[in-house]
């Protein structure tokens, strides 16, 4: 039960990157304790290959990121000047953003393998809860890619729908987890 409040402590706009660092590695810890008779070989790798593909695309990004922050008169000059209007993300902001999504990815793709490996059916149930708050910050990132278009602010609307639908959903999955635990229990 821990892993769910760890995981839906808060919506992907304000989960920091070492609280979702801290519940992952709990959450593969758990993954790696437990029996996976189901869990083919070919299943095992491609997990692995998600992890990898993960570091690979955060690693430099983040430290892109930091560097920019560090230096950012240097950083700048290996690219040429862009005409970016007053609104528009600075490079760090969208390291954040980028890495923010994929976090939840990778956090959506343990929560299902933990449902596959534990029995417990209804941790699946909670990644399908997740759906909606990744189609929410992609809404958010699809709307600052375009530098905040006022045309595309339908996108802030759909992207409030979908956190308020996302956070339901979660909420109605972490109960359904928490009676089949209880359920369990009996």
């Known amino acids: 039960m821990a892993a769910v409040g760890a995981i ?8 920091p990157s070492n609280c979702s660092i801290l519940s992952s590695s709990y959450l593969r810890r758990h993954l790696r304790s437990l029996p996976s008779p189901t869990l083919l070989t070919s299943e095992r ?12 695309v955060s690693g430099p990004s983040l430290a892109l990121a930091a560097y920019a922050c560090a230096f950012p008169f240097t950083a700048l000059a290996a690219f040429p000047p862009l005409e970016e209007p007053s609104n528009a993300l600075s490079l760090p902001t969208w ?9 939840w990815v990778i956090a959506m793709a343990l929560v299902w393998e933990y449902g596959e490996k534990s029995g417990f059916k209804a941790w699946k149930g909670l990644s399908w809860g997740m759906v909606p708050l990744l189609g929410g910050a992609m809404c958010a990132c ?7 278009s ?7 609307a759909l992207q409030s729908a ?5 956070n339901m959903t ?3 999955a972490a ?3 928490f009676k089949a635990y209880q359920g369990g229990a009996q």
Not at 45 to 56: C, P, Y
Not at 95 to 103: Q, R, T
Not at 142 to 148: C, D, I, L, V
Not at 162 to 166: D, E, F, P
């Open 8 to 15: 839906s402590a808060g919506s992907l706009s304000s989960h």
């Open 45 to 56: 790798r491609r997990w692995q290959g998600l992890n990898s593909i993960a570091l690979v």
């Open 95 to 103: 390291a954040i953003h980028v890495s923010s999504v994929i976090e």
């Open 142 to 148: 699809t709307w600052h890619f375009f530098y905040n």
């Open 150 to 156: 006022e045309s595309l602010e339908i996108l802030v």
């Open 162 to 166: 979908l956190t308020l639908v996302g």
């Open 170 to 172: 979660m909420c109605i």
């Open 175 to 177: 109960f359904r987890i």
